[in-house]
């Protein structure tokens, strides 16, 4: 019964470590993607608009 429950963390300590790892790469893809998209269109950030005060400012990573 004890070697079961070992098995379970190790299963479940498995699955935490593949999902962060997962959203860790997606992050990480997502991120090299706009900055691949900056250098093709020549510029140095992302406009966005401020819900606040309407003003956009440089969004950078």
Do not use: W
């Not at 608009?49 to 440089?58: A, F, M, Q, R, S």
């Amino acid at each position: 019964m004890l070697r079961l429950v070992i098995y379970g963390l190790i299963c479940a300590a498995a699955l935490y470590a593949y999902r962060a790892f997962k959203r860790e790469s997606q992050r990480v893809a997502l991120r090299v993607k706009h900055a691949e998209e900056e250098r093709r269109n020549g510029a140095n950030g992302t406009l966005v608009k401020d819900p606040e005060t309407g003003e956009y400012y440089v969004e950078r990573d």
